[in-house]
């Protein structure tokens, strides 16, 4: 069991950037791939990217890619998102979330996480 606690969002205008991060707790942090997902008004919660269990490989939503990087500290329980280059776009609510079971493919579902943040609000300006 994790808890998953997300941090960082912010109001910032078009063209600039965000460092969102997610702490976790009460579960081995390392044994989880992690993904990021964001929700905007009246859309469905859309992938964002993810990362596996001991940060060798990531994965990327066309929509961010080449502007937003996801890493992990270990050591530290925690998981981040740069973003770059934000777009008005880009502006959601962002959830950190736990992979629900090992896999060799990468997550990008929602139903493929088992444990979710309350979110970060991220809002960017025209």
């Known amino acids: 069991q994790v808890q998953l606690v997300e941090s960082g969002g912010g109001l910032v205008q078009a063209g600039g950037s965000l460092r969102l991060s997610c702490a976790a707790s009460?579960?081995?942090?390392?044994?989880?791939?992690m993904g990021w997902f964001r929700q905007a008004p009246g859309k469905e919660r859309e992938f964002v990217a993810t990362?596996?269990?001991?940060?060798?490989?990531?994965y990327y939503a066309d929509s961010v890619k080449g502007r937003f990087t996801i890493s992990r500290a270990n050591a530290k329980n925690t998981v981040y998102l740069q973003m770059a280059s934000l777009k008005p776009e880009d502006t959601a609510i962002y959830y950190c979330?736990?992979?629900?079971?090992?896999?060799?493919?990468?997550?990008?579902?929602?139903?493929?996480?088992?444990?979710w943040g309350q979110g970060t609000q991220v809002t960017v300006s025209s």
């Open positions: 990362i596996t269990t001991n940060g060798g490989r990531t």
């Open positions: 009460g579960g081995t942090f390392s044994s989880y791939d």
């Open positions: 979330a736990a992979g629900l079971r090992p896999s060799y493919r990468v997550l990008t579902l929602v139903n493929q996480y088992g444990y």
